[in-house]
């Protein structure tokens, strides 16, 4: 099993995903209200907002396919 602090190291800070897409915090907060598929945060009490890279690397892919799928008709 991952160790609470290993787990805080791997995790993103939604400082680190505004800055990741160049945008806002308040950006990812709106994403977070009107995107059913951006992903859900895990909330830590005294952390705030973490993703994982997981979850991030696995939505940006689902952008890349929607696009590509748009593309493609």
Known sequence: MTAPTETLDTTLTIDEVAAR???SR???YRWLK???DFPRPI???SRGLRW???QIRQWEAAQVDRVNDTVAA
Request: hydrophobic fraction near 20%; charged fraction near 25%.
């Open 34 to 36: 009107g995107r059913n």
């Open 43 to 45: 909330a830590l009490p």
């Open 21 to 23: 897409y160049r945008t």
């Open 52 to 54: 994982t890279p997981e």
């Open 26 to 28: 308040d950006t990812v």
